[in-house]
């Protein structure tokens, strides 16, 4: 049964892209959701375990990785930190071994207590922070003191690194890194199976609401960025001409949140020919007749929408 979903791996791909724009140096991902979901769905005779350690060792068999980066976004992810990072430090002793995403930036003392191999944890958002610890002359030394680190000796006080204010100062995502193929057919508007290549992209970072259930604004802040239009409809563009992608998943955690830029985009991406899915859902709140007329002009057929609640006390409280 396929009940492991593949999505890309897209602040790893930022990363790369931004790290790799800035420095001379050598990416390579192992997405093991996509590796868990093809070993589900084949023959085998070992365990999970075991197939994630043969998969993690066939990666560098002839060379050494300088730093082992494990993405963490939600609370689910911390069963395999411990797993992968101790894998790493068996294989690769001299590596650094790191980890980023929403669980370390909101639970480093847990990280550090049940992944004991963890050097080092990024807080907040990983470009400017991967990029100045690739770049350091001494790398154990610069994370002892860096903004947007912490180590298991300092966990406070800490405090994020400066974010990226221009998001078009990230270049295009490193799509090369992935095979798009592993990430098709899992799409949320009931199109399983579907033949139409499909990609995400991301508009902007952050959200000024306060809902608490949501930890996006420990990692991306309250303040919202968006990438310009014009680098939108380049980078469709790119997807479209490189890897014949025709549906585009926009990732947002609030595509809405800014009305103007959301009509800008939406009736740029019409334009070209695409269609759109919001995997994150639409807040409701922001939704009017300009704005719905705008989503059915852009060609989106289903919309996921963000119910927070039925209970007025809960929404108000």
């Not at 043969?54 to 797993?83: C, E, T, W």
């Not at 930036?105 to 847990?110: D, F, G, I, V």
């Not at 680190?149 to 690194?161: C, D, G, Q, V």
């Not at 709140?285 to 209970?311: F, M, W, Y």
């Amino acid at each position: 049964a396929k009940w492991v979903y593949p999505s890309v791996p897209m602040g790893v791909l930022s990363i790369a892209s931004y790290a790799g724009a800035h420095a001379d140096v050598d990416f390579t991902i192992l997405d093991l959701s996509v590796e868990i979901s093809n070993f589900i769905n084949s023959s085998h005779t070992l365990s999970l375990n075991e197939f994630i350690t043969q998969r993690m060792s066939n990666l560098y068999s002839k060379r050494q990785p300088d730093i082992v980066g494990i993405s963490a976004i939600f609370n689910s992810n911390g069963g395999y930190l411990h797993l992968i990072s101790s894998q790493a430090k068996s294989l690769w002793p001299d590596a650094l071994v790191v980890a980023g995403g929403g669980l370390p930036t909101n639970m480093p003392e847990y990280v550090f207590k049940n992944a004991l191999c963890i050097d080092a944890l990024n807080i907040g958002e990983g470009e400017k922070p991967f990029l100045g610890l690739i770049n350091a002359e001494n790398r154990k030394e610069y994370l002892s003191s860096a903004k947007g680190w912490l180590t298991n000796k300092r966990i406070h006080p800490f405090s994020a690194e400066e974010v990226i204010s221009d998001l078009d100062e990230i270049s295009f995502l490193r799509y090369d890194l992935i095979d798009i193929k592993n990430y098709q057919g899992y799409h949320h508007q009931g199109t399983e199976g579907s033949k139409t290549l499909s990609a995400p992209i991301m508009t902007s970072r952050g959200c000024p609401y306060r809902c608490n259930f949501c930890s996006s604004y420990t990692v991306h802040g309250r303040k919202m960025r968006h990438y310009s239009t014009d680098r939108i409809l380049a980078d469709i563009r790119r997807l479209k001409e490189t890897y014949s992608i025709k549906n585009v998943l926009i990732e947002d955690d609030l595509f809405l949140g800014d009305k103007k830029q959301s009509l800008r985009v939406l009736r740029s991406i019409s334009q070209e020919g695409m269609s759109i899915e919001f995997t994150n859902g639409l807040s409701i709140n922001h939704i009017d007749e300009e704005i719905a007329d705008a989503l059915k002009g852009a060609g989106v057929e289903i919309a996921s929408l963000a119910v927070e609640s039925g209970c007025e006390r809960v929404l108000n409280e």
